[in-house]
């Protein structure tokens, strides 16, 4: 836990052009609060590595997927939200925001600090991940990606998933989710990685552009 928070507080704070990271819209004090750094495993395969075997992570993606299907690492992003920015993360599908299909993959939220309704924790619709891929829309408020709306296709409301540091959250590539504001003054950080299935592929192996 301790090294892989260093990790993303040090990339976070690097003014290196190389890491590929995106800024909150709103400034603190003059300043720009880094909101995602991509690629992790692509930077620094040795840094995190270790961490999916220390955090018991590796066979999780395997068990979700299936074992005839071999989970590949599509997507590895540090998801920050800095204390006191309160722009929320619009309800979506994962698959939703892709035009690449990728059945069967799931997401996999790993907690590095503790995430409450206050701080803008994750927000579930239960159930939703049976509807199949549902429409996304642009709505205002929420400048990153187009949004499903899961009431007006009869599902239920979001609800929060308050989790603490160290917890990890799995979940399907049409479940509908999203993410509140941080209206604490403490810095809410965690990292999700997605994990399509891919026939004779390795885990973790660096592929894909996200």
Not at 17 to 23: A, H, I, W
Not at 86 to 97: H, K, V, Y
Request: net charge positive.
């Amino acid at each position: 836990m301790a090294r892989a928070t260093a990790w993303v507080d040090a990339a976070a704070a690097s003014p290196s052009p190389d890491l590929e990271r995106e800024f909150e819209p709103e400034s603190l004090g003059g300043r720009l609060a880094v909101r995602k750094i991509r690629r992790l495993n692509w930077h620094d395969l040795r840094a995190w590595d270790r961490p999916l075997d220390e955090f018991g992570l590796r066979p999780l993606p395997l068990l979700c997927v299936g074992p005839s299907l071999q989970p590949l690492l599509l997507f590895h992003t540090a998801v920050l939200k800095s204390g006191c920015v309160t722009t929320a993360i619009g309800l979506r599908q994962d698959q939703g925001l892709r035009d690449d299909e990728h059945p069967a993959a799931i997401s996999m939220w790993v907690v590095l600090s503790r995430s409450t309704r206050f701080d803008g924790c994750l927000e579930m619709s239960s159930g939703s991940h049976r509807s199949g891929r549902l429409p996304h829309r642009r709505q205002p408020g929420h400048p990153w990606h187009a949004c499903a709306a899961p009431a007006a296709h009869g599902l239920l409301e979001p609800t929060a998933i308050e989790m603490q540091a160290g917890d990890v959250l799995v979940w399907d590539r049409h479940l509908v989710h999203g993410r509140g504001g941080n209206h604490s003054s403490r810095d809410r950080k965690s990292v999700v990685m997605v994990f399509p299935p891919s026939a004779g592929g390795a885990l973790p192996l660096p592929c894909g552009s996200s």
